[in-house]
C-alpha cells in the first residue's frame, strides 16, 4: 500500500463498493461509509428489492477487476420481452437480431452483498455502518456522522459521494452553495409483488422479462434465481386505476382479475403484498457541477438518478466508477484535474440515458402491444440483418454496447434520418414508375 491519503466514499450501495474496489486495487486507502447497518446480516425492508437488469455496461465495469463471474452466477438471463395482454396470447419480442444476447436479471441485494465482500476483502478498505452524513465541509474534507455511539469527526484527502438519488453529500453542496439541482418526480409510483415458484419450478418463462402493458401503466415481472418472480407495478399515484384508488382486498382483487387475469392464479399473496409493501416515487435527478475544487465529486444516482424504464440505472453508475478510474490514469492520479475531466465526460451521457429512460417508459407501458409496433421492430431487425455493422439498434446498442449514451442518440437519429431518405426515394421511384405506366395506357 502506498503512503496516500485516504479517500472517503460516502454510501455502501452498488456503485460505492465498486468504486471502493476501483480505488483500493489503484493503491489508495479507502473509508467507505454507510448510513444503514450491514446489509448483509440486516433484514431487508420489505417491497424495496427492485430486481436489476445487468447489461454490457455493467459487466464491463465487473469484469475489469474480475467481478463478473462471482455476479452472473447468481444472474438468469433474459433475452427479450414477453407481452402478457388482457386477453389473447402471450407474445415474444426478442432484443437482438439473432436472438442470442440477453439482459441479466439479478437481486439489487445479491450484487450490493457480493460487492461488499469484494470490497471488504481488499486491503486498505475500511468500511463503517450505520454512520449517516450530516456535515461535509467541501473546502476541508472534514466529514461529520451521527452514529449508534454518538457524533464521529473524519477527514479524508477526496470525498466522493456515492449515496443514491437522495444524497446527503449532494445535500451538503447544495448548502454551502456550491452546486444547484433539479428532481423532476413522475406522477407515477411502483410496488412491488410477488409470483412464487409452482412445484418447485418458474410459474412463468425465465428467459424473458415479463410485460403487462396497459396504456397509462404497466407491471413487470424478473425472474429470481429462487424460482420466483418479483413483480413490479408502475401505476399513476393519484386518479383512478392509481395507487390512491384501490383500497379495500374486493377493490384490489376486482381491479386485477379485470387488467391482469393472469396473474391472479400466481400471486395467492396479492392482496396482502399490495396492501403492505410501500410505494415507491420515480423521478430524475440532475445537478451541476458533480464536483467541487477536485476534492469533492458525486458519482452514479448521487450525480444523475435516473428513471428505472431502460434497466440502466446500476449499469450507468458502473460506467461512471470506469470513466473514473480511467481519468485518474490520464491524469496521473491527480484529482483536481481527474475530477473536472469526469464530470466533462460524463455529463452529456448521464443525459442522453435519463430521457431515453423516459421515451422508454411511454414505449413500454404502450407502444409493445401495438402491431404497428411490432411491425417496425420486424423491419429494424431485417435492416439489422441487411447492414449488419452499419444499422443497429437503439436497444442493443444502449444495452449490448458500451457506446457512449450520447453518441448512442446521435447514430440512431443519423439511421433514422437514412433509413427516412431511403423510403422517400424509393416511394418516388415508385410513384415515377406509375406515373409512366399511366402515361402509357392513356398514349395507347
Known amino acids: 500500500m502506498s503512503e496516500r491519503d485516504e479517500i472517503a466514499v460516502v454510501g455502501a450501495g452498488l456503485a460505492g463498493c465498486l468504486l471502493a474496489c476501483y480505488l483500493a486495487r489503484r493503491g489508495y486507502p479507502v473509508a467507505l461509509y454507510e448510513r444503514r447497518p450491514d446489509p448483509r446480516t440486516g433484514k431487508v425492508e420489505r417491497g424495496r428489492s427492485i430486481n436489476l437488469a445487468l447489461s454490457e455496461r455493467g459487466l464491463d465495469a465487473l469484469r475489469r477487476i474480475g467481478l463478473d463471474e462471482r455476479v452472473m452466477a447468481d444472474a438468469l438471463p433474459m433475452r427479450g420481452r414477453m407481452i402478457h395482454p388482457v386477453a389473447g396470447e402471450q407474445q415474444f419480442q426478442s432484443y ?34 450505520d454512520h449517516r452524513l450530516v456535515g461535509l465541509d467541501p473546502t476541508t474534507g472534514e466529514l461529520t456522522f451521527e452514529t449508534p455511539q454518538g457524533k464521529v469527526a473524519e477527514t479524508a484527502a477526496v ?22 439541482e433539479s428532481l423532476d418526480f413522475l406522477d407515477y409510483g411502483y410496488k412491488e409483488l410477488t409470483i412464487p415458484p409452482v412445484g418447485g419450478e418458474f410459474a412463468l418463462d425465465p428467459g424473458a422479462l415479463h ?23 408502475f401505476w399513476p399515484t393519484h386518479g383512478t386505476a392509481s395507487f390512491a384508488s384501490l383500497g379495500s382486498p374486493a377493490a384490489i382483487e376486482q381491479h386485477f382479475a379485470e387488467h391482469y387475469p393472469d396473474l391472479i392464479p400466481l400471486a395467492p399473496n396479492l392482496v396482502d403484498d ?38 440502466q440505472g446500476a449499469n450507468c453508475a458502473f460506467e461512471d466508477v470506469v470513466e473514473l478510474d480511467r481519468c485518474l490514469d490520464e491524469c496521473a492520479d491527480e484529482w483536481a484535474a481527474a475530477l473536472p475531466l469526469y464530470q466533462a465526460r460524463r455529463q452529456e451521457n448521464a443525459e442522453a440515458i435519463a430521457r431515453m429512460a ?14 404497428l409496433f411490432r411491425a417496425g421492430k420486424r423491419i429494424e431487425h431485417a435492416l439489422e440483418r441487411a447492414l449488419p455493422g452499419r444499422y443497429v439498434s437503439r436497444y442493443e446498442l444502449v444495452s449490448f454496447s458500451t457506446t457512449p449514451y450520447a453518441e448512442v ?36
Open 96 to 129: 437482438s437480431v439473432a436472438g442470442d444476447r440477453a439482459i441479466n436479471s439479478i437481486s439489487r441485494g445479491a450484487l450490493n452483498n457480493a460487492l461488499l465482500d469484494a470490497a471488504a476483502a481488499l486491503p486498505g478498505v475500511r468500511i463503517a455502518f
Open 159 to 180: 470525498v466522493l459521494g456515492a449515496d443514491g438519488a437522495g444524497s446527503a453529500v449532494r445535500g451538503q453542496l447544495l448548502g454551502y452553495g456550491v452546486l444547484t
Open 211 to 233: 410485460i403487462w402493458p396497459r396504456g397509462t401503466s404497466m407491471m413487470i415481472a424478473l425472474p429470481n434465481p429462487d424460482r420466483s418472480f418479483t413483480c413490479t407495478l
Open 274 to 311: 399490495y396492501q403492505h409493501n410501500p410505494v415507491g416515487v420515480l423521478g430524475t435527478v440532475r445537478c451541476a457541477p458533480w464536483q467541487v475544487d477536485g476534492r469533492v465529486a458525486l458519482v452514479g444516482d448521487a450525480a444523475h438518478a435516473i428513471v428505472p424504464f431502460y434497466g
Open 358 to 371: 423516459l421515451a422508454n417508459f411511454v414505449e413500454m407501458r404502450d407502444k409493445v402491444a401495438s402491431p
Open 409 to 444: 442518440r446521435r447514430r440512431v437519429r443519423r439511421q433514422h434520418q437514412l433509413v427516412g431518405v431511403a423510403a422517400a426515394g424509393a416511394a418516388a421511384l415508385l410513384a415515377g414508375a406509375v406515373g409512366a405506366l399511366i402515361g402509357r395506357g392513356r398514349r395507347g
